[in-house]
């Protein structure tokens, strides 16, 4: 039998993604890549197919005749792709169980207690894969993920975990050290402010800019402070006294209770998203699946 010619993978999942929403935008925040870098991708399949697939319009996108007669087609066969991969990684890792997360949750939420679960399942070899990207199942060897969105992930199921809101925090220490009380957003202008780098890219969208003109803080200039590629890092110079950062409900209730953070202000606004646990269709009715589920509810019903 002569060998298979079949395109690169890569360029049909940009061609899929950006079809089935018909706007190389949205495929490309499905796919957690650039609009330029679906569009190129694309480009490179028309190329290969030496077809046109869609018509590029100055309003958006349309899909061609040869575009919608191959999509259907392609969504049908990444799909059988995703469901025998997915079939024969059970088998292969029945015992290891695999969690794909930010690395802000990873640090802030699920380390400090995933002891527990260690404890209770020690017949399951738990490894927690982080990353800023969402993970792609069909792709990244991981069993269940936490992500942060609004709730639709096309494909997947998914269980809504932990409401999220971004406020200004900080240590204690901070304040007692700072000769001008912080009483107001305006006071900020007083205080070092640390910024997360990171935030844009996982979805959070809320920054010192968003939060100061909410509170009408325009005094305080926003670019101010030293920036950081993680939450995590930004919580750590917040609890040892460096500066004031943002903060995620979400995630630093317990330091909040412990009184090892502070937050000065009544003003939340409302992330980009909330935090959800994400898996294949038919992925719960594993048991290592299952046991990480029921766990995981109980952490946040007590967080």
């Given at each position: 039998m002569?060998?298979?010619?079949l395109?690169?993978?890569?360029?049909?999942?940009?061609?899929?993604?950006?079809?089935?929403?018909?706007?190389?935008?949205?495929?490309?925040?499905?796919?957690?890549?650039?609009p330029?870098?679906?569009?190129?991708?694309?480009?490179?399949?028309?190329?290969?197919?030496?077809?046109?697939?869609?018509?590029?319009?100055?309003?958006?996108?349309?899909?061609?005749?040869?575009?919608?007669?191959?999509?259907?087609?392609?969504?049908?066969?990444?799909?059988?792709?995703?469901?025998?991969?997915?079939?024969?990684?059970?088998?292969?890792?029945?015992?290891?169980?695999?969690?794909?997360?930010?690395?802000?949750?990873?640090?802030?939420?699920?380390?400090?207690?995933?002891?527990?679960?260690?404890?209770?399942?020690?017949?399951?070899?738990?490894?927690?894969?982080?990353?800023m990207?969402?993970?792609?199942?069909?792709?990244?060897?991981?069993?269940?993920?936490?992500?942060?969105?609004?709730?639709?992930?096309?494909?997947?199921?998914?269980?809504?975990?932990?409401?999220?809101?971004?406020?200004p925090?900080c240590?204690?220490?901070?304040?007692?050290?700072?000769?001008?009380?912080?009483?107001?957003?305006?006071?900020?202008?007083?205080?070092?402010?640390?910024?997360?780098?990171?935030?844009?890219?996982?979805?959070?969208?809320?920054?010192?800019?968003?939060?100061?003109?909410?509170?009408?803080?325009?005094?305080?200039?926003?670019?101010?402070?030293?920036?950081?590629?993680?939450?995590?890092?930004?919580?750590?110079?917040?609890?040892?006294?460096?500066?004031?950062?943002?903060?995620?409900?979400?995630?630093?209730?317990?330091?909040?209770?412990?009184?090892?953070?502070?937050?000065?202000?009544?003003?939340?606004?409302?992330?980009?998203?909330?935090?959800?646990?994400?898996?294949?269709?038919?992925?719960?009715?594993?048991?290592?699946?299952?046991?990480?589920?029921?766990?995981?509810?109980?952490?946040?019903?007590?967080?």
């Amino acid at each position: 039998m002569s060998p298979r010619r079949l395109p690169p993978l890569n360029a049909v999942r940009a061609f899929e993604a950006a079809g089935r929403h018909e706007s190389f935008s949205r495929g490309a925040e499905e796919l957690f890549v650039t609009p330029a870098a679906v569009s190129q991708q694309v480009r490179a399949l028309e190329h290969w197919l030496g077809v046109q697939l869609f018509e590029r319009k100055a309003r958006g996108l349309a899909l061609t005749p040869a575009g919608r007669s191959y999509l259907p087609r392609v969504s049908e066969v990444l799909d059988r792709l995703a469901d025998a991969t997915q079939s024969v990684r059970r088998l292969g890792h029945s015992s290891i169980l695999s969690v794909g997360v930010t690395p802000g949750f990873a640090s802030l939420f699920l380390a400090p207690r995933l002891w527990r679960f260690a404890s209770e399942h020690p017949e399951l070899d738990v490894r927690i894969a982080t990353q800023m990207r969402p993970v792609a199942f069909d792709e990244d060897t991981v069993d269940v993920a936490v992500r942060y969105g609004r709730g639709d992930f096309p494909g997947l199921s998914s269980e809504f975990l932990l409401r999220d809101g971004v406020t200004p925090i900080c240590s204690p220490r901070l304040l007692e050290a700072n000769e001008h009380p912080l009483r107001s957003p305006e006071d900020l202008r007083y205080y070092t402010l640390l910024h997360n780098e990171s935030a844009v890219l996982a979805g959070f969208r809320v920054t010192w800019k968003d939060w100061l003109d909410a509170a009408g803080a325009h005094q305080v200039d926003c670019r101010r402070g030293p920036r950081f590629s993680d939450v995590h890092l930004v919580m750590q110079e917040a609890l040892a006294g460096h500066g004031v950062g943002l903060g995620h409900m979400a995630l630093i209730g317990e330091e909040l209770r412990a009184g090892r953070l502070v937050a000065p202000f009544d003003l939340v606004l409302a992330g980009g998203g909330d935090y959800h646990v994400v898996y294949p269709p038919g992925a719960e009715e594993q048991p290592k699946v299952a046991a990480f589920l029921k766990w995981l509810r109980a952490q946040v019903s007590e967080s």
